[in-house]
């Protein structure tokens, strides 16, 4: 069964899609290469599917294998080393990558040197039967083995450089490890230079009934505050503005003794951070503390994603949310009188096991009433392992799951346009990112809302420059995108 994903507005970091923590398994801006060696070391590229913390983990990568002798490659043409961090969220994940891996070897005919390594969710969730269903990858690799990842890629290196070479050779390591934090490791790059990430949490144990991420990346454990300080520090001292805290259900967050939102208020206080965002939130666990956080710190973004997938009871307790409609209003409100500016963004997954069409009329209804500024929409898809898979019928017909998900992304469309068109006429401070896609000439920065804000292109320049903070008078909207002249 194919799933559809769509997107109206942005979020600083997923979550699972269909879920809370994964997003569109499309290639990531720029795929991580190794920082620059020894001219004769070997060059690797990792190319990036799927949510942030993917993003994030690449980067970890390439910092850690710059760090024991790999150079980086610019291309596939260029490396030694092909390594596909993955997502398996979505079927249609999987198929892209398998279809890339193909590519790839493709490549390695031509040149049977080079190494195809599948890393993150999907190499997890597929383990060995991934080497049969594609015998030409070399080494494969689950979340928790990162920290091997250089003994791994050298040994395949080896297999495929030795005289024996047409020995089939395959590295499997997917043990996960439920104290793996990534402790003392750092990112290559942190980010877009602007804005980066760090991971606070990984791991899920929520186990809604749709979805794998429990599966493949194992139990929830958190970060150290000592280690997620120091990385913020680290950013910050790299010129970073703004750093988005990482989770798969980040305000779950605990450390011993500490909380979400304590970490927050702790982040939020490093020196040379004007922003702090955090994705992506499972709604119980806004507990006062964290709504406190939000509020009254000055540096904490007022943009909150709030993944709410149905607005059936019915459906909400077949997927095990841990929520009703009326408990996911109240959280709203609760975020909504705490900090009235606050925007909010969702995910929807249509078409889940037993959804009615007095079903999806629910989850129109509450979309009506919530007014998400954004949202990520799905149709549901069966991934195997979860209890969804397993005990659940995928029973809506795949032409009322398309039709379902059209009426959501129509009204989704119109909602965010009104929001958008609402903010004509405001003053907003905008964190300039870079040159716009469209034009070099113009600067592109994002709202503390979280909405993307096109700047004219003559800008002083003290202030079209990434990481500057600019007040801006919004002049016109789209559904998706503001614009805006000094203000
Ligand atoms: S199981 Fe965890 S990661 Fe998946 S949707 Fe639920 S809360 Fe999100």
Redesign the pocket.
Known sequence: MSSGLHQIGKRPAP??G?????TPAAPADGDAAAPDVASDAPRVLIETYGCQMNVADSDMLVGLLGRTGWGRARSADDADVVLINTCAVREKAEDRVLARAAELAALQRRRPELVIGIAGCMAEHLKESLVERAPWVDVVAGPDSYRRMPELLAAARAARLSPDAATPFHAVDVRLDKAETYEGLSGADGGDGVSGFVTIQRG?????T?????FT?GRERGTPPREVLRQVRELADRGYKEVVLLG??VNSYRWEDATFAELLRAVARVDGIERVRFT?P?PVDFTDDVVAAIAEEPKVCKYVHL?VQSGSDDVLTRMR?GYTVADYRAIVARLRAAAPTIALSTDILSGFSGETEADHRATLALMDEVRFDSAFMFTYSERDLTFAARKLPDDVPAADKRRRLAEIIALQERISAEAFAAQVGRRERVLVVGPSRRSAAQMMGRTDGFKTVILPADLPAALARPGALVDVEIERATMATLFGRLG
């Open positions: 979550a699972s269909p879920g809370d923590v994964a899920c144990d929520k186990f809604c749709f979805c794998v991420v429990p990346r798969q259900t992506s499972y993944p949310r």
